[in-house]
């Protein structure tokens, strides 16, 4: 484990970011690297498709739910 230096405006957006999507700040930066990396190893895949991709991996079964 390291520490890496980011932009300040970067942390902001970060520390916003892991608000909302219930994330610790870390947590947050982590997930954006693990995505970017992956998007830089499977430049083909959408988003989506990056998500489904590592559900799968960790054998979540992601179902739609119906509409209410």
């Known amino acids: 484990m390291g520490i890496v230096k980011i932009d300040d405006d ?6 916003r970011a892991s608000t909302v999507m219930c994330r610790s700040i870390n ?8 995505i970017g990396m992956l998007a830089e190893a499977h430049p ?3 988003f989506n498709e990056l998500v489904a991709m590592r559900l799968a991996a960790a054998q979540v079964r992601a179902t739609e739910r119906a509409a209410a």
Do not use: F, G
């Open 27 to 34: 947590a947050q930066a982590e997930y954006w690297m693990t």
């Open 44 to 46: 083909t895949l959408s």
């Open 10 to 15: 970067l942390h902001e957006e970060a520390r």
